[in-house]
């Protein structure tokens, strides 16, 4: 029973985790060639920390992000307008993250390469679509970069978790 996951961003990554932890086989399928520490710095609450830790990843959100104490504005002279705790600070027993998001996504990846293997984490595999079979799901992929089919793979079901511009959605 292998759940196919289309898209390689932070959830698609941490889902294969989640499911590899639990014993579930699964592989992810990421439309672009090669995935790079792209965006800004992100900040990532207790309740999504949690998830992170229980998949063992702690010491590399310590060694990569900071554990954030406090939120605070100022105006643009200066002066603080508002500021509150965060993290273990405001009493969660998970502490918050500030962290650049291209950093966490690459440590979901290598993390997930390590884990699930590089045979389950494929990239040039743009999902187009699906068709329900007996047993689950048969999804069909692209080569974006030059439009020629990357294959069709067979699983008991397609999560999909290709971002805000969903192509999975779209047809649904
Ligand atoms: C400026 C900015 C600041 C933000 N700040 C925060 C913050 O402080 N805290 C926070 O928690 N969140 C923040 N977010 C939101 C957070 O970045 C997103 O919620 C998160 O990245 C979504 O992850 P995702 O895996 O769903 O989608 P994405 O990260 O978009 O990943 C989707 C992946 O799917 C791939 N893909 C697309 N189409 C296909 C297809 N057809 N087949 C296969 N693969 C496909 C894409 O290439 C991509 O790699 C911020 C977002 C922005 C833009």
């Known amino acids: 029973m292998t759940v ?40 990532v609450l207790p309740h999504a920390v949690r998830e992170l830790i229980e998949l063992g990843l702690m010491d590399k959100l ?15 002279h200066g ?13 969660y027993k998970w502490p918050q993250f500030s962290i650049h998001r291209g950093t966490l996504q690459q440590l979901l990846l290598d993390t997930a390469i390590e884990r699930l293997g ?14 329900e079979t007996a047993e689950g799901v048969r999804a069909d992929f692209i080569d974006k970069a030059t439009g020629e089919a990357a ?15 969903s192509a999975a959605r779209e047809k649904l």
Do not use: C
């Not at 310590?62 to 643009?76: C, I, P, Q």
């Not at 040039?124 to 068709?131: F, I, K, N």
């Open 4 to 43: 196919l996951i289309a898209g390689g961003g932070i959830g698609g990554l941490t889902l294969a985790l989640s499911l590899h932890q639990i014993g579930i086989p699964a592989k992810v399928f990421e439309s672009v060639s090669e995935l790079r520490p792209l965006g800004v710095g992100i900040n």
């Open 62 to 76: 310590d060694a990569s992000g900071v554990r954030t104490r406090e939120l605070a504005y100022f105006s643009k």
């Open 79 to 91: 002066k603080p307008i508002w500021n509150e705790p965060r993290g273990l600070e405001a009493g």
């Open 118 to 131: 590089r045979d389950n984490i494929l990239t040039s595999h743009h999902l187009t679509g699906w068709t």
């Open 151 to 165: 294959g069709t793979y067979d699983g008991a079901l397609l999560i999909a978790a290709d971002g805000i511009h």
